[in-house]
């Protein structure tokens, strides 16, 4: 069974930066591509990005393209998130989620694609 662990989440004033880790273990890492999601209060359930098992394809949602950035260390078994020029409206709870998908360039920033996820770091943008 796979488990996942976020870390690197806090209080960022706009236009900070966070990096946040998901550490993936129970299961052969590379054969999962992985996903983070956020949710704030009140809204539902977003899609921020995503990286494949296989040639790291990444993907991302239009509202944080060009300021995150996802990757991965198959040797770790660790997913990262860097955020870059947070804003407020970044505000939510993040966490990972793991889909087994062998070798493959596949990934989806759709929730209900993934079965498994951890559970999550707050992330606050404010001033």
């Known amino acids: 069974q796979v488990q996942l662990v976020e870390s690197g989440g806090g209080l960022v004033h706009p236009g900070g930066s966070l990096r946040l880790s998901c550490v993936v273990t129970?299961?052969?890492?590379?054969?999962?591509?992985i996903a983070w999601f956020r949710q704030a209060p009140g809204k539902d359930r977003e899609g921020v990005s995503c990286?494949?098992?296989?040639?790291?394809?990444?993907s991302y949602a239009n509202t944080v393209k060009g300021r995150f950035t996802i990757s991965r260390d198959d040797a770790e078994n660790t997913v990262y998130l860097q955020m870059n020029t947070l804003k407020p409206e970044d505000t939510a709870d993040y966490y990972c989620?793991?889909?087994?998908?062998?070798?493959?360039?596949?990934?989806?920033?759709?929730?209900?694609?993934?079965?498994?996820r951890g559970q999550g770091t707050q992330v606050t943008v404010s001033s």
């Open positions: 990286i494949s098992s296989f040639l790291n394809r990444e």
């Open positions: 989620a793991a889909q087994l998908s062998g070798r493959s360039t596949w990934c989806s920033v759709r929730p209900s694609d993934f079965v498994t």
């Open positions: 129970g299961s052969r890492f590379d054969d999962y591509a």
